[in-house]
């Protein structure tokens, strides 16, 4: 590859290039004995002077652009207006209403947590005091759990004898 091409290329992809350097670019790029190694570059000059065809004129640009513009409803910026100031309200209540929550929090609890136990022994018995009662609750709550297992099999069976005698038309 020309070492002046590769200077060139390397001042074009740092934007440091003047006018007559970028057409010196453009016209070996667009030429036809580009290296291999170069290919892709080519393809991109290439594209950039098929997209510049497609350009129109100052005058040509103001038609194009009116014929493809959307015509606007009266009233829709209004309705776009509150609308986004509904949303913003609705924002505002939301981080109003966090504020003075946070606040309430803050004033119902310390800033501090303080232990209440010096004692790390006497705090693990009294914990484990604790959990020992929230054991027993759960053996009892397992316990009423069985009754309720008791009347399901019990409800089983009821229906079971029901739909058997629905077949010789007793209703119970």
Known sequence: ????IEQLLEKYWKCETSLEEEKELKDYFNGNDVP????ETAILFKYFAEQKKLGVSKIDFDKTVRAKAVPVEKGRVIRMIFTTAKIAAGVLVLVAAAYLVRQEIRKSYPEEVVDTYSDPQ???????KALMMISKTFGKAKQEAGKITVFNEAEEIIQKGVAKDDDEKIEI
């Open 36 to 39: 291999e190694d170069l290919k």
């Open 1 to 4: 590859m020309d070492s002046k």
């Open 122 to 128: 006497l705090a693990f018995e009294e914990t484990k």
